[in-house]
């Protein structure tokens, strides 16, 4: 295991994975409640994909994950806030005082 590189003292770290698909498909992926259902173990993701809106993530009828749209550029570039709020201990483990940026970007090469 590598490890993290490290810019301005915060540790990053880059995730990278390989899909074969269309940007069109992977972004449905991401944001069609019915696939999400599909792949996500159950779980929905509901939003009506404007800036500022929220979103959530709902399994079995509980609301898991929350957060709020940031950008919605279909199909090139989606952000939006991350809150786990059904499990308290997994929120307390992360520090209050240090912000949290998870990044994942996806584009296509003829090269791969």
Same mark, same amino acid.
């Given at each position: 295991?590598?490890?993290?590189?490290?810019?301005?003292?915060?540790?990053?770290?880059?995730?990278?994975?390989?899909?074969?698909?269309?940007?069109?498909?992977?972004?449905?992926?991401?944001? $069609? /409640?019915?696939?999400?259902?599909? =792949?996500? +173990?159950?779980?929905? &993701?509901?939003?009506?994909?404007?800036?500022?809106? !929220?979103?959530?993530?709902?399994?079995?009828?509980?609301?898991?994950?929350?957060?709020?749209?940031?950008?919605? $550029? /279909?199909?090139?570039?989606?952000? =939006?806030? +991350?809150?786990?709020? &059904?499990?308290?201990?997994?929120?307390?483990?992360? !520090?209050?005082?240090?912000?949290?940026?998870?990044?994942?970007?996806?584009?296509?090469?003829?090269?791969?």
């Amino acid at each position: 295991m590598s490890k993290p590189e490290f810019v301005d003292a915060r540790p990053t770290f880059v995730y990278v994975t390989y899909i074969e698909t269309t940007a069109e498909k992977l972004w449905r992926a991401l944001t $069609d /409640p019915a696939f999400t259902r599909q =792949y996500w +173990f159950g779980t929905r &993701l509901t939003s009506d994909w404007k800036v500022g809106s !929220p979103f959530a993530l709902v399994m079995d009828g509980k609301i898991t994950d929350d957060g709020e749209v940031l950008v919605f $550029d /279909p199909p090139h570039r989606l952000s =939006y806030t +991350f809150r786990h709020i &059904l499990n308290e201990q997994a929120r307390e483990e992360l !520090p209050r005082a240090s912000p949290s940026c998870l990044s994942l970007t996806a584009s296509w090469s003829s090269s791969h």
